[in-house]
């Protein structure tokens, strides 16, 4: 009747009391649509010299996809360079820029959540933590918006941050409109 193990794929089992499960690496992409540029998968999209869908306005690092420091700093000398009207010098780091998009690979692939994850949820399984509000409490309705007006998913203090990730994950739903006030990254 309670949780005393878990036993992992690969043959290990760990003694537990508690199971607590991640919904992948998020980016703080708040700013940015609140400013209208273009989001895909949850990134921003940019091209190879880091502009946005927006005019003058660049993105770097996790934004535009979960890459690591080399990918961050990578982007951040092309967007520099680009704002500070050094185009020939911004190109030469395309190709190193490619190259950091292995790591991002890697990651996307061992982080990307497998379907069979969304059978681990009980009907007490608390989703919003922050508004105390479970699995079964949310199954009956049709989107975040309908949630939220009727259980308050998503409107405690993280403002959806922390929740949003497993209503994504685990009934496909949209977080909805981004506001402020809005969160240092």
């Not at 199954?139 to 998913?153: F, G, M, N, V």
């Amino acid at each position: 009747g309670r949780l005393e193990a878990v036993r992992f794929s690969d043959g290990r089992c760990v003694d537990c009391d508690y199971l607590a499960c991640g919904f992948g690496l998020v980016p703080n992409t708040e700013l940015a649509a609140l400013l209208g540029c273009e989001l895909a998968d949850g990134f921003v999209q940019v091209d190879e010299l880091q502009h946005t869908s927006r005019s003058g306005h660049f993105a770097v690092g996790e934004l535009t996809g979960i890459g690591g420091l080399d990918k961050a700093l990578i982007e951040g000398e092309i967007a520099g360079l680009v704002a500070a009207g050094r185009l020939r010098e911004a190109g030469r780091f395309g190709s190193r820029r490619r190259r950091s998009f292995r790591f991002t690979a890697a990651l996307r692939q061992a982080f990307t959540l497998r379907p069979e994850l969304k059978l681990l949820s009980r009907s007490d399984t608390v989703v919003c933590r922050c508004e105390d509000v479970s699995f079964s409490g949310l199954a009956r309705y049709a989107s975040s918006l309908d949630a939220k007006l009727q259980t308050r998913c998503g409107m405690g203090p993280c403002q959806g941050r922390i929740c949003g990730g497993a209503t994504r994950f685990l009934y496909g739903w949209d977080e909805g409109s981004t506001r402020p006030p809005l969160f240092p990254a």
